[in-house]
Nanobody, 124 residues
């Protein structure tokens, strides 16, 4: 069974940066494409970014393109989300997710495993 554990969330001022991490265990990490999603209070879970097995291919939501960077380290079984130029509207719980495929998708229902989430709060 795959387990995902996010870390790195916190409180930051607008314009600041945070780096989220997601630790993967239970299966062969390099066989899973990974994604990050955000969920603000009262809103549906929304796609942020995805990365392929090798890390060569990435996919971003328009709202974060150019500000956020997804990356992975297959030797450490981890995926990261570097978030720069943060805005108050980025405030949400951030979740990492895994799919046993090299298919990059923005659709939450296609991901098989989810972490418990980490809170990111951006103050104005």
């Amino acid at each position: 069974q795959v387990q995902l554990v996010e870390s790195g969330g916190g409180l930051v001022q607008a314009g600041g940066s945070l780096r989220l991490s997601c630790a993967f265990s239970g299966r062969t990490f390099s066989s899973y494409a990974m994604g990050w999603f955000q969920q603000a209070p009262g809103k549906e879970r929304e796609f942020v970014a995805a990365i392929s097995w090798s890390g060569d291919n990435t996919y971003y939501a328009d709202s974060v393109e150019g500000r956020f960077t997804i990356s992975r380290d297959n030797a450490k079984n981890a995926v990261y989300l570097q978030m720069n130029s943060l805005k108050p509207e980025d405030t949400a719980v951030y979740y990492c997710a895994a799919i046993n495929s090299d298919y990059l998708t923005h659709l939450a229902y296609e991901y098989e495993y989810w972490g418990q989430g980490t809170q990111v709060t951006v103050s104005s």
